[in-house]
């Protein structure tokens, strides 16, 4: 059995090590499954970028997978939710320590206006046990705790996919951007974000994408600053979420202090890094790799002008912003696989910032996707070496190897879509509040906030 995978970021890392975990439990011996994941960019692992250039401050050139699309680079961070950091401790112990020990827990939200009052405390530990915090880790260091455990040659590096198309045999077959031979599988496992080649073929006809990913008129901005430009009496634990007339602002520790295993469980002290970002409206989409970084920085200015808070102020007049990162939005698709073809993470639901919940979700369809396979497989290989013929058809076992991919798509997608519906109609109930205010609805925004905190 071949599995193919678009897309090395945290969704396809993530997916790739669930199958290896799950698959070979569910298949008899002597089954061998090939996984590989195809990626378009670089996928070089922490090692073996070890000697790469250094800029002319001497700082190692940062690593970018899933950022061309301007979909979030290696100088953001992610929130990673209790339930996303429950996936990681199913997938493997070791993995879930290394990611939670990488990253700063968080334990609340404190959410104040440009005036400097205070709207309310929102909590970020889920109440459960074990009782586990948020944990706000860079981009860049999620991706090499999961890369660090995938294999180099379960990579195929910088080959861009145009397509999917299928065998006589309606295998499906991706096919490449530089007209070498394609790869056929059993499975095509689109994590290939929301500008998905593979769900061109998944919702359409492979050639035109109908349901193309949205720019929501949000900007942010971000990057990473030394924790000492926070304040000496931060509170463990805590993030900072500003919101006024003309958007948003948000800053906290990204690193723990050197030896602190704290596994999510509990505060830790805060190390050298801490992070920054700043959210707009925009009427235009920006030009990720093309744009006037002094207007920018003029505007960021401009924005937080008068606003109390005294971090946001120091934060503002000595950040660089050499990167904008426009948020884009995935419509709802009306399915997520078809025909061999199953999307996950972005490529299925991106959705806007403001969830907290774009890297727990991405990571809960790898799992729930991985065990519904090994599920159907499972039973088609137990039933199909039956002797007898009638057992394997009162037990609606799967029949062949498309019949248990088909069926463990299809519980997939029905599973997760509702799910995911929810936290994207919440997000973007959220996000709204991001937007330029008239005076009205700055407090009308704050009075919300205000009644939602604890």
Known sequence: MRIIIVGAGISGLTCYLFLRKHLPLALPSGVEVDITIVESHAATNRKQRSAAAVDEAGVQVAHTVGAALG???????????????????????????????????VSHFDLKNARGSSLARIGATNHEDPELHTVLISRQRLWDCLRDHVPDDAIVERRNVSGVSYTEDQRPLIQFA?????LEADLIIGADGAKSVVKRS???????????????????????????????????????????????FGYGASTVASQSNHLAECTAPMGEEATWWSTYESKELPDSRNFDKEDIQRKLKERHAGWKDPVVQKVVDAAVTDSVYPTWIM??????????????????????????????????????LSMFLAHYLERHYYFSQSASTLLATSNNAPATIRDAVDRASTKYCELRKPRVKLIVDRAKQMGDTKRKKGLVEEWFTYSILWIIGE
């Open 71 to 105: 979909l979030g680079g290696s100088r953001v961070s992610k929130f990673l939710a209790p339930n996303g950091l429950s996936v990681l401790r199913d997938l493997d112990e070791a993995i879930f320590g290394q990611i939670a020990n990488s990253g700063y827990p």
């Open 178 to 182: 530089d007209g070498s031979p394609g």
């Open 202 to 248: 998944v919702t359409g006809n492979g050639k035109i994408d109908r349901h193309p990913a949205i720019f929501d008129g949000m900007v942010g901005v971000g990057g990473f600053i030394p924790s000492s430009y926070l304040s000496e009496q931060e509170p463990r634990g805590r993030m900072t979420v500003t919101f006024g007339a003309h958007g948003f």
């Open 331 to 368: 419509p709802e698709l009306p399915t997520w696989h078809a025909r061999g073809l199953v999307l996950i993470g972005d490529a299925a639901h991106a959705m806007q910032p403001s969830s907290g919940q774009g890297a727990s979700q991405g990571l809960e369809d790898a799992q729930v």
